[in-house]
């Protein structure tokens, strides 16, 4: 493939080339596999907001009534909501690589995913075991409050991000900083 730079991160064409002949590209590329994904990939926001959203909520002092260890139990189906999400992306980014591993938006979405997951990380490593304690209408700890707005406030970049992601469909390449 003469006129591309080179990219020695990724390999767009290899990725596709996997996609083909494990039938996931034609799966994506047929009348209603990417619709169908994108729906999945929605709900799966859905689900992993609506946990994550009300639980972070109620730890930044809204929605008080109703104690953490009963949000809590929102955790399995934000799970399930991260690995919709997760499987759907990765179908998306190996049927068309060139159109998401150089998009800003892309790249922006993936590192605040980053933030997410070592913001949760961290929450449940420093934080998590004293919210066990706190009744209803208990006020969480300065930092529970700090890791809610900072969980928030990810998620919605990465919704936000994602959303961009159509708005950035550069030709192959064009936003590559790394390549040569």
Same mark, same amino acid.
């Given at each position: ?10 390999? /767009? ?20 596999? !990417? ?15 609506? =946990? ?63 933030? =997410? ?23 969480? /700890? ?12 990810? !998620? ?13 469909? /550069?030709?192959?390449?064009? !936003? ?5």
């Amino acid at each position: 493939m003469t006129g591309l730079p080179h990219d020695p991160i990724f390999d /767009p064409v290899g990725m596709v080339i996997w996609a083909i002949d494990s039938g996931f590209y034609d799966v994506m590329n047929s009348a209603w596999g !990417w619709p169908i994904a994108e729906i999945v990939h929605f709900f799966g926001i859905c689900l992993l907001f609506g =946990a994550v959203g009300m639980f972070d909520l109620r730890m930044i002092g809204f929605v008080r009534g109703i104690s953490l260890p009963a949000l809590h139990r929102l955790v399995p189906f934000g799970v399930l909501g991260f690995l919709l999400c997760a499987a759907t992306g990765f179908l998306f980014v190996i049927s068309a690589p060139d159109q998401y591993l150089y998009n800003p938006a892309w790249q922006v979405k993936m590192a605040l995913l980053g933030v =997410a997951g070592a913001n949760m990380v961290l929450f449940y490593l420093t934080t998590s075991r004293r919210l066990a304690l706190l009744g209803p209408d208990d006020n969480p /700890p300065a930092a529970a409050k700090v890791f809610a707005a900072v969980s928030l406030l990810s !998620w919605m970049g990465v919704i936000t991000a994602g959303r961009v992601i159509t708005a950035f469909r /550069p030709p192959s390449w064009f !936003w590559c900083a790394w390549c040569g």
